[in-house]
């Protein structure tokens, strides 16, 4: 009774001026600006300052101080409460106990799912499908949303080209296009038709900017990066999830040609609102304000707030800064009320329009419609992440059509990672229980039933570096994930040896623990781990047919396991039900469709590797003397898996690229096509994919970039004609002085199923 009659006085007062301080007529609450500006007016500097903080739930206080500190108008917003449970007493501190009733927000990482997991982002962008990676937030938004949470610090779109960033799994891969493409899917899928909604989220957009690009692939490491290429490669799909309508802003840990994101005021202030217009929330990443002391441009923590206010940072993550430093910086006159009042409106405004003032408990809801559990198998969405999940894997290698396998005879299921709960659903799981995952073991029963024999051996343990297990298992403040089987390694291997020479074929779970490729887990080198290699030698020695499932978050250096292995089927982490959907897979009830979102180097010595480098004076060419070409002459320059590869259980043929025309006027356009055939025996997907080639430009170009794809299903036999539309946009490039145009000259446009195998076709703009 009591949280109704709160409910119903909510409007009231959050309309209504206290009669001693105004005798004017409030605004309406549905005039925004206005509704703002009174509520602002009616705000005391540290009830402002008090608006910019941002709070680790579990982390920088206790339940019952920060519910003192919330009554008392000192925050603005939690982070990681997910239970309504939890977040309620919280609205009720700020609703029923302090002065001005303004809501509280509640933010969680909901990068890849929210109590459902779905495969981790490299994997949503190894589906290019967009509907897929929209239905994935779209489901994690109803599930956070009825768990009280207002916004996901996600999706995180940083460009990457180095795998040893253990952050590569967070990401879209390697590619402008594609990871613009799904971030903007990534938003509409968080927010719906609008933010308001209360099975909708608000996103934040990360980590802004250039973060993937940190030097020599380690965490919070520096980033220098010549204007042209980061306009170019780097920023557009930050401004994608923008123009999307992303509400919000995480602002990356690493500094940009020598200063800090934090404090970057070209950053914040020149490019992303006053050229972007961006009008929402700026959050600093946890703890980044403090860091800027540590970065050595702040001298203590009065001078870090003091730059990161000016810069732009709206609400101050995880610290106390803002709260110590900001009143006597205003009081110096060292911080305008005029910075001061920006941030709180952008913070309140971002609040407004996910209908917080209308209803704060708009994703709280009534103590009576709490679920009774909120870990209950009734809350997940099992068949939808199963669905993404199969469209997630790439076929890298497919040897005597070892896959599909039949459902008969004797299986062999081998690999640390066959049965690893926790492992499937990958780094940042949100509020997804291990125990509710499907394991492949688990996953490869279901699908066998009593058809044929499933045989098990762990066969080796992830890593046998007890530092290596020290040091992640110290990251998960919980409890430890990595857990040694204590046997020796030869101990292990005999047993995988001995299991697999019962089996017709044998399956190999190998790659790397969830942890491994994580936030702070960047590694030297991207082989398997000894270990497994070790495995993986033992039992190409039986003989039998060799099955490599991968599960890992970042490319691996596969040339040794693409030369012993008949098939490799890269998984990722697909989440939930995971092993189900590697089941599908692996027997045929699903024929994988997924291409490579990012390139495979040959060895770590080969990185960064990507399709779309700088054309050079002195190229390889494969086939041709290496001398004198930039080239690496201990093995093959090219990567071992390109950009934009993936295998299928049927073949596709490609017609030569039809134009409509050799010459493109001003502001028209030209079609190119091609005829697309199933020439195999079964039903599939392939992605058909457009780069163009700028053939002389003035300043250097790339080899090819991706400008569109579609993804096409065919039936054996069946044929369809897949035309693109190439237009002046698709031509523009940002030159020296960062004008966004296209040049007059030729084209190339070139369309295949990856990036390295095209047919081409010129045209010329004039």
């Known amino acids: 009774m009591k949280h109704l009659f709160v409910l119903g ?163 879209f891969g390697e590619d402008p296009y594609l990871v613009s493409a799904a971030a903007r899917a990534a938003v509409k899928g968080f927010q719906g038709t609008s933010p308001k909604n209360a099975d909708s989220v608000m996103s934040a957009v990360k980590h802004f900017a250039l973060y993937g690009a940190v030097e020599g692939g380690r965490d919070y490491a520096t980033v220098d990066m010549s204007p042209m290429r980061m306009y170019q490669e780097y920023l557009p799909p930050y401004k994608a999830a923008i123009d999307a309508g992303s509400g919000g802003v995480m602002v990356a840990l690493n500094s940009i040609n020598g200063v800090p994101a934090s404090s970057n005021t070209w950053l914040l202030q020149d490019l992303l609102r006053k050229d972007w217009g961006f009008k929402g929330v700026t959050f600093s990443d946890h703890g980044a304000i403090v860091e800027l002391i540590r970065h050595g441009v702040a001298k203590d923590e009065r001078e870090a707030a003091k730059l990161a206010i000016k810069a732009g940072i709206d ?103 066959a049965d690893a709960k926790i492992d499937m659903m990958g780094s940042w799981s949100a509020a997804g229980v291990a125990a509710q995952s499907v394991t492949l073991r688990e996953g490869m029963r279901n699908a066998l039933g009593d058809k044929a024999r499933l045989v098990y051996a762990r066969g080796a343990n992830v890593t046998t570096d007890e530092k290596i297990v020290e040091y992640l298992n110290f990251m998960n403040w919980d409890k430890p994930e990595v857990t040694q089987d204590k046997r020796t390694p030869a101990a292990m291997i005999a047993e995988a040896v001995k299991v697999s020479k019962q089996a017709d074929v044998v399956v190999l779970a190998v790659g790397e623990s969830r942890g491994m490729s994580h936030e702070s887990s960047s590694r030297v080198t991207i082989d398997l ?52 959907a590697i089941s599908d897979v692996l027997f045929g009830d699903y024929n994988p469709s997924g291409k490579l979102p990012i390139s495979f180097p040959r060895s770590t010595g080969q990185i960064p590797t990507y399709y779309n480098k700088p054309r050079l004076g002195r190229p390889f060419t494969e086939g041709k003397p290496g001398n004198y070409t930039s080239q690496y002459f201990e093995e093959v320059t090219a990567p071992l898996y390109p950009f934009g590869y993936g295998l299928s259980y049927t073949d596709f ?27 195999g025996k079964r039903a599939g997907e392939t992605v058909v994919q457009l780069y163009i080639q700028d053939v002389a430009a003035s300043v250097v170009r790339p080899v090819k970039e991706l400008k569109d794809f579609r993804k096409v299903m065919l039936q054996p036999g069946e044929e369809k004609v897949v035309r693109f539309t190439v237009d002046e946009d698709k031509l523009k490039f940002f030159n020296a002085q960062l004008k966004y145009a296209a040049e007059a000259g030729e084209f190339n446009v070139q369309i295949g199923l990856d990036s390295a195998a095209v047919k081409q076709q010129g045209f010329e703009l004039q």
Not at 72 to 101: C, E, H, M, W, Y
Not at 367 to 377: G, I, K, L, R, S
Not at 548 to 565: D, H, I, S, T, Y
Request: a neutral charge; proline letters at 6%.
């Open 9 to 171: 006085l909510v409007a009231s007062i959050a309309c209504h001026s206290v009669q001693a301080q105004s005798s004017s007529t409030p605004p309406s609450i549905n005039d925004k600006s206005a509704f703002i500006t009174d509520l602002m007016s009616r705000m005391t500097l540290d009830e402002k300052i008090g608006q910019l903080r941002l709070i680790s739930i579990g982390g920088d206080m206790p339940l019952t101080r920060l519910a003192d500190e919330i009554a008392a108008g000192r925050v603005g917003g939690t982070f990681n409460s997910v239970t309504r449970k939890d977040n309620r007493p919280l609205q009720d501190a700020a609703i029923q106990r302090s002065r001005l009733k303004i809501p509280m927000s509640f933010a969680y990482d909901v990068v890849h799912g929210h109590r459902t997991i779905f495969p981790i982002p490299l994997g949503l962008a190894s589906s290019w499908d967009m509907d897929a990676i929209t239905l994935t937030m779209r489901t994690a938004a109803i599930e956070a949303s009825s768990d009280a949470v207002d916004m996901s610090f996600a999706p995180m779109v940083d460009i990457s080209r180095d795998p040893r960033w253990g952050r590569t799994s967070e990401g």
């Open 653 to 679: 043929s490609l017609s030569d690229v039809t134009l409509s025309s050799p010459t493109m006027k001003r502001g028209g356009k030209i079609d190119a096509s091609v005829t697309v055939k199933n020439t």
């Open 529 to 580: 781990p000894p270990g497994q290699r070790e495995l993986l030698t033992a039992l190409k020695a039986t003989g039998k047919p060799l099955v490599l499932v991968l599960m890992n978050g970042r490319p691996l250096a596969l040339a040794r396991e693409q030369k012993e292995a008949d098939a490799i089927l890269e998984t990722w982490y697909t989440g939930t039900e995971g092993g189900n």
């Open 315 to 417: 609400m101050s993550m995880a610290d106390e800064v803002y709260l110590k430093e900001l009143p006597g910086l205003v009081k110096s006159g060292e911080v305008s009320d005029k910075e001061i009042d920006n941030a709180v409106r952008e913070v309140l405004s971002t609040k407004y329009d996910m209908g917080l003032f209308h209803d704060p408990y708009r994703r709280i809801g009534k103590p009576a419609d709490d679920p009774a559990d909120v870990n209950a198998e009734s809350r997940l969405h099992r068949a939808e992440t199963r669905d993404v999940a199969r469209k997630s894997m790439v076929l890298l290698e497919n040897r005597k059509q070892t896959l599909p396998l039949k459902k008969a005879g004797t299986i062999a299921l081998v690999g640390p990672l």
